[in-house]
């Protein structure tokens, strides 16, 4: 080696050097380690985090004395023996050759996570943790396992409540207020990861009210702490102890932790446990409106400076809104004192408020602000099936179309309800074509869509739509506001340009 080759080298090793020096002198190891208080936070709340095992009877599928062994999901021999049964020839061991029928029905075991509430026994976890399981046990830090019973579920918030005699005195924890957690706050968590019991971690708090489009009330906790499978169902700690959200699922390629996992907000939980403790379901509020988002074309149509609110599109015949005067086309911005930015905040203030209590509904209605009075209802979640009813199809009538903003439209006819399947409640000018390369196409309409109203007013024929888009392009608008149904009658806006 030259000479000119061994000087950058020792160069760069001093630098190295001087750069570690440097480095130790402004950092201390609590920083490098985080902060002191996750030890004292872990030997205070350890025994109060529980595993909850179940159970669930399955048919078998394929078999003999060689099936793959039931193991917990996550477990590090889950892979090893999926590949290894797989991939096995021969009697009972699946594959070519090896297929026996007739096999009886199995046992599955699962395993999760979850925490005592109450030291009579109450514990929560996620409703996913304990879904159609047959047996549910819980399974204290020391080792003890209990059978639990469920008290009850919300599958909206991915909740569940069990109860359990407690065979000894037991250590509960107690909820904070997610509302005061700050971005970079450190947060523990503590549950079963791939069944390895329990597991403390630490991170931050990466995000809040995040919207993962999940469920209707998405507002998680998101964390870098790390959480994995078996983790469900578990809490998620302040540094003074208190839990502050429930670990429900991670973003993985993996399925391992990769430093963004999600927890329900407490202020959530509290609300759901104490309904699920007392009534054992859940009772929400009820406005009985069907909403949607409020574009920057829709707000311009609207005379909405800035975007902002829930846009009414339907309101129910049956629901609260109706005789307190809320219309489609109005825009919701404030709900109980509360400001609506968008349709899950009224979503989520709407399911969170009690039934039957009087709010004070703020909406934008041509432009100006009123204000409804409205009683809640209370949300049902009827599975509504609707069998198909045959008719016989009538004779072919003769349709007369107009084109108007890249849609080819005519009046509606039996003919035209027929082909579409358009219930007869439906009223308006009915779309039979739509210009693959117009803004209509781009805004999903679609042939068998009904224009009802445009820029807030009834038509009935395509040449009141024609007539409208003209007015509203020497008014010098550069958008129109449609409001469409589908064949069942469910309502939307739809912003199209008109230039």
């Known amino acids: 080696m030259t000479a000119a080759t061994i000087a950058p080298t020792r160069l760069r090793l001093g630098l190295a050097a001087l750069a570690v020096s440097a480095f130790s002198a402004f950092c201390t190891p609590a920083l490098a380690r985080g902060p002191d208080g996750i030890a004292d936070v872990a030997e205070k709340v350890i025994d109060a985090v529980v595993n909850i095992s179940t159970s669930q009877t399955v048919e ?114 107690k909820f904070g207020d997610s509302d005061k957690l700050r971005l970079g706050d450190w947060v523990v968590a503590i549950g079963n990861p791939f069944s390895l019991g329990g597991t403390v971690t630490a991170g931050i708090v990466s995000a809040k009210n995040r919207d993962i489009s999940s469920g209707p009330y998405d507002s998680y906790i998101q964390t870098d702490a790390s959480i994995n499978r078996g983790n469900s169902g578990g809490p998620l700690f302040n540094l003074d102890g208190d839990v502050i959200g429930v670990n429900t699922l991670i973003i993985s390629p993996s399925g391992g932790s990769i430093g963004i996992g999600f927890a329900v907000p407490s202020k959530t939980v509290v609300a759901v446990v104490d309904q699920l403790r007392q009534f054992g379901e859940l009772r929400r509020g009820w406005l009985g409106v069907r909403i949607q988002s409020v574009t920057d074309e829709i707000a311009e149509s609207l005379n909405i400076k800035p975007a902002r609110g829930a846009l009414v599109a339907g309101v129910d015949d049956k629901g609260p809104a109706k005789p307190a005067g809320i219309e489609p086309g109005d825009v919701v911005v404030k709900f109980d004192g509360k400001d609506v930015k968008d349709p899950k905040d009224l979503s989520r203030v709407v399911a969170d408020t009690a039934v039957g209590k009087e709010v004070d509904v703020v909406i934008i209605r041509k432009g100006q602000e009123e204000t409804k009075k409205v009683t809640l209802g209370r949300l049902q979640d009827p599975d509504k099936v609707q069998a198909a009813v045959k008719t016989d199809e009538p004779a072919p009538e003769k349709t007369v179309t107009q084109k108007a903003l890249g849609l080819d439209l005519a009046a509606l006819s039996k003919d035209l309800r027929t082909r579409y399947k358009i219930k007869d409640s439906v009223k308006g000018v009915v779309v039979t074509n739509v210009d693959a390369n117009s803004d209509a196409a781009e805004k999903r309409l679609s042939a068998g869509d009904v224009i009802v109203e445009v820029a807030q007013e009834a038509v009935s024929s395509g040449a009141d739509i024609q007539k409208r888009v003209d007015q509203l392009k020497k008014d010098g608008k550069k958008s129109v506001l449609l409001l469409v149904s589908n064949a069942d009658g469910e309502l939307r806006f739809v912003a199209l340009s008109v230039q």
């Open 60 to 173: 078998a599928k394929g078999g003999g004395s060689n099936t793959m062994p039931q193991l917990p999901p996550g477990s590090p021999f889950e892979e090893f023996f999926d590949d290894f049964f797989k991939n096995r020839r021969g009697p009972g061991g699946g594959g070519k050759g090896g297929e026996r029928g007739d096999n009886p029905p199995r046992k599955t075991n699962s395993l999760g996570s979850g925490f005592i509430i109450d030291t009579a026994g109450v514990v929560v976890t996620n409703n996913h943790v304990i879904a159609d399981a047959d047996e549910i046990n819980v399974i204290l830090n020391d080792g003890t396992k209990i059978k639990a019973e469920l008290v009850g579920v919300d599958k909206k918030t991915d909740l569940a409540v069990l109860k359990f005699k407690p065979p000894k005195p037991l250590v509960a924890v």
